[in-house]
């Protein structure tokens, strides 16, 4: 069972609009929420993240909100570029330890110009 | 530059052979992780190791194997026990054991069994 879904495989957006990708949690212990990004072939790349504490958090064109009575979070990107077209994955973590950090299947975005 | 290394980047192997992944960083991280991904699956941890000359299994650690012997190196072995090692291997690092924040990774290895 995925503690960790991202139930849109993929996503397609135009050029200056918003991209809004979405994630849910089952298990009520996660305290710590980040996003990452992969281009094909590479690593992924850290993102922005969020703490429980908060509802929100604001990197530039980057915008993590949790909701966290809902279990759901979500990544807005404002504008969209193309550059931004990879796949997105979502991971949450009990007190914080990287051992313990669960990964979502992510979401590919495509940003079309 | 600082960062994390694997390789090779790509690697074949036949059905009954021993495989082992490199994964060396300059980033005086303490916590080393692999991590697998496959088509439509987040990533699964399977080994990390905290500390120099210590390591823990993951939720995926059978058939594979790793040491620690310097700070710096995460060696990954893919035994010919392990049933399906065909995937994507990511080596990752993280500044202290606990109450890590972001994992920073590698590039990773693209394995294939032939």
């Known amino acids: 069972d995925q503690q960790v879904k991202q139930n849109s495989p993929s996503l397609s957006v135009q050029e200056g609009r918003i991209s809004i990708l979405n994630c849910d949690y089952t298990?009520?212990?996660?305290?710590?929420f980040l996003w990452y990004k992969k281009y094909p072939a590479e690593g992924p790349t850290f993102l922005i993240s969020?703490?429980?504490?908060?509802d929100k958090n604001e990197d530039g064109r980057f915008t993590v909100f949790l909701n966290k009575s809902a279990k759901h979070l979500s990544l807005h990107i404002v504008p969209s570029q193309p550059g931004d077209s990879a796949v997105y994955f979502c991971?949450?973590?009990?007190?914080?330890?990287?051992?313990?950090?669960?990964f979502g299947p992510g979401t590919r975005l495509s940003v079309l110009p | 530059d600082g960062g994390i290394t694997q390789s090779p980047k790509y690697l074949f192997r036949k059905e009954g052979q021993n495989v082992t992944l490199s994964c060396e960083q300059n980033?005086?991280?303490?916590?080393m992780y692999w991590y697998r991904q496959d088509p439509g699956q987040g990533l699964r941890l399977i080994y990390y190791?905290?500390?120099?000359?210590?390591?823990q299994k993951g939720d995926i650690a059978e058939g594979y194997s790793v040491s620690r012997e310097k700070k710096e190196s995460f060696p990954l072995t893919v035994t010919s026990a392990q049933k399906n090692p065909t995937a994507f291997y990511l080596c990752?690092?993280?500044?202290?054991?606990?109450?890590?924040?972001?994992?920073?990774f590698g590039e990773g290895s693209r394995l294939t069994v032939l």
């Open positions: 990752a690092s993280s500044s202290r054991p606990g109450n890590t924040g972001e994992l920073f």
């Open positions: 298990n009520s212990m996660f305290d710590y």
């Open positions: 969020i703490s429980s504490i908060k």
């Open positions: 991971a949450a973590s009990v007190n914080n330890y990287g051992q313990n950090f669960v």
């Open positions: 980033l005086n991280h303490d916590a």
């Open positions: 190791s905290q500390i120099v000359n210590d390591f």
